[in-house]
């Protein structure tokens, strides 16, 4: 790899021992995936924050670098951990758990990291424009950067990203290069998804059977950006999906105008949906709802809320957003009228990386696919898959 | 018969020098819920090298598998001191890689003969993660 001459003074020891173990881990990626040299990147989504996830050792490693005198050099944000870190209390998380998550936050803090605490960044403080260069893990995100808004990044390791957040730079390969943002496959999408669900049903039929790639999408007619999200998070949780394009709406198949002929082509209609369905969810009845993964949007709060204002809920609902529009929807008093009706809106956290055994929750409505991928193996709970909408009517 | 000695040269992925035993697995290797870090044994259910220890061998495997958090279980062994001396893969990934850059631990993959077949558990082995050489030598 080739190296500037400042990358060789970090590489050399010459700003400090955490600089130089940040350079020299992203120089051993680079090396792996054949990068010629190094780009500067704008912003870090870092990954691997849940002491439920990283454990002891993770815990420690972040402890050690932190001590080594890490520090974010450019905007470095937080996924989502294991609990809400002020009201962790009323989500049933035992005080063990807390006490570790909490030391994983005060590192984090001390590298100078904001501590955003959620996978949705770009409806917080973290929206990347056009053509960025980013360092992001969290696959969803990943997802979403790449295609909804054409930034660039890989699916980033939780550590290499907190290594790019240190000096402010990543190898240059993959997606960060033209020719790997060609599509790959040609998809056909022969129904009209009517819902959140049936995007995220899509997404995850597509990770599931393309494995990998970069699926050029036709037949859709305009989804929202929460549609968006849901798909493109099924689709990274399923498979390696890290970039998609959808003819006419997502923002360089708007300028590039592919080409889908030649390419590997799928057709997807109702059945495969109902299919992939059947095979994530649970057909059981929960006594809970679980909504805000990823992370809720304003609009989607506003839904919640609109449907249960004034009303008592039957079952348990909680929702998972991040703190920045949560304080957005309390404004408004959508928060106001989803706890009046006996939900939860919780920050910070969210079903996948909370340690949902340890809360008595053994299965839920949602309507996150990527939810209903990894509840089962992390927490050994099941989930029950409803679009939003009829979530909310469960939990009614 | 007396020992014979064997360089392979592959591609050094994370630099150090590191020597020790030979511990070969023929199966690739998930460090979380794979390996214990406090005491360096392989815990995984069925795995090839199942109760044995990994502390202070040339460890030698395809490649990694399994979460990502399996990086820090290697930074974690090191912490521990029971981390491998160095480590040889097949064709390693970023699991391995990232864990090895973490710990400071000697990385080679992408050897001119196939590390599985030309390494046997026993063996005495150094590894040369600056320049990706592997020096066997055979009992």
Same mark, same amino acid.
């Given at each position: ?131 960025? %260069? ?21 699916? @980033? ?21 033209? %020719? ?35 699926? *050029? ?9 929460? @549609? *968006? ?17 959808? @003819? ?18 799928? @057709? ?44 008592? *809920? ?83 | ?139």
């Amino acid at each position: 790899m080739e190296l500037t001459r400042e990358e060789e003074r970090i590489l050399a020891g010459e700003e400090g021992e955490a600089r130089q173990r940040a350079m020299r881990l992203l120089v051993v990626l680079g090396k792996i995936f054949g990068a010629e040299r190094m780009i500067r990147v704008r912003s870090a989504q870092i990954s691997g924050v849940s002491y439920r996830t990283i454990g002891d050792a993770g815990l420690e490693f972040l402890e050690d670098f932190a001590e080594a005198g890490a520090k974010a050099s450019i905007m470095a944000t937080l996924n989502p951990c294991g609990m809400d870190l002020r009201r962790w209390k009323r989500m049933g998380i035992p005080c063990e758990f807390a006490e570790k998550q909490l030391r994983i936050a005060r590192a984090f803090a001390r590298m100078g990291v904001k501590l955003t605490w959620t996978c949705t960044p770009y409806y917080a403080s973290n929206r990347p424009r056009f053509g960025q %260069s980013l360092a992001w893990a969290e696959s969803s995100a990943v997802a979403f950067a790449n295609s909804v808004l054409g930034a660039r990044t890989n699916r @980033e390791g939780g550590p290499a990203a907190l290594a790019s957040a240190v000096v402010g730079r990543t190898p240059l390969y993959g997606l960060h290069l033209d %020719s790997e943002r060609e599509p790959t496959h040609s998809v056909e999408v022969r129904l009209k998804p009517s819902n959140d669900l049936d995007y995220g049903l899509l997404g995850y039929l597509l990770g599931k059977s393309l494995g990998g790639g970069v699926p *050029l999408l036709s037949g859709l007619g305009g989804p929202s950006l929460d @549609e *968006l999200k849901y798909m493109g998070a099924s689709a990274a949780a399923s498979g390696g999906i890290a970039l998609f394009h959808v @003819e006419g709406v997502t923002p360089e198949a708007k300028r590039k105008r592919f080409d889908g002929r030649g390419l590997e082509a799928l @057709e997807v209609d109702g059945k495969d949906l109902d299919a992939i369905k059947d095979s994530i969810s649970s057909s059981r009845d929960f006594d809970w709802v679980l909504l805000g993964c990823p992370h809720l949007s304003l609009a989607e709060l506003r839904t919640i809320a609109e449907a249960v204002r004034g009303k008592r *809920l039957r079952k348990r609902l909680m929702c998972f957003t991040s703190r920045a529009v949560r304080a957005d929807a309390s404004k408004r008093g959508y928060i106001r009228a989803i706890e009046r009706a006996g939900g939860l809106v919780a920050c910070d956290t969210c079903m996948v990386v909370s340690p949902l055994e340890a809360m008595g929750i053994d299965g839920a409505y949602t309507n996150s696919c990527k939810a209903a991928h990894y509840m089962p193996s992390l927490s050994g709970a099941e989930a029950a898959l409803r679009s939003l909408r009829d979530c909310i009517h469960a939990a009614l | 018969m007396p020992p014979s000695k064997r360089v392979l040269r592959g591609r050094g992925a994370v630099p150090g020098l590191g020597e020790g035993e030979a511990l070969v697995s023929p199966e690739p290797i998930s460090f979380l819920g794979g390996v214990d870090p406090r005491t360096g044994l392989v815990i995984e259910r069925g795995h090839p090298l199942k109760g044995l220890s990994v502390a202070g061998k040339v460890l030698v495997f395809p490649r990694g598998k399994g979460s990502t958090v399996g990086s820090y279980i290697i930074y974690g062994l090191k912490r521990y001191g029971k981390a491998p001396a160095a480590i040889v893969n097949v064709e390693t990934e970023p699991i391995i890689a990232t864990g090895c850059a973490l710990a400071g631990i000697p990385l080679v993959d992408r050897l001119d003969a196939d590390p599985l077949e030309a390494i046997r558990s026993g063996d005495r082995v150094v590894v040369n993660g600056d320049m990706g050489l592997v020096e066997v030598e055979t009992k």
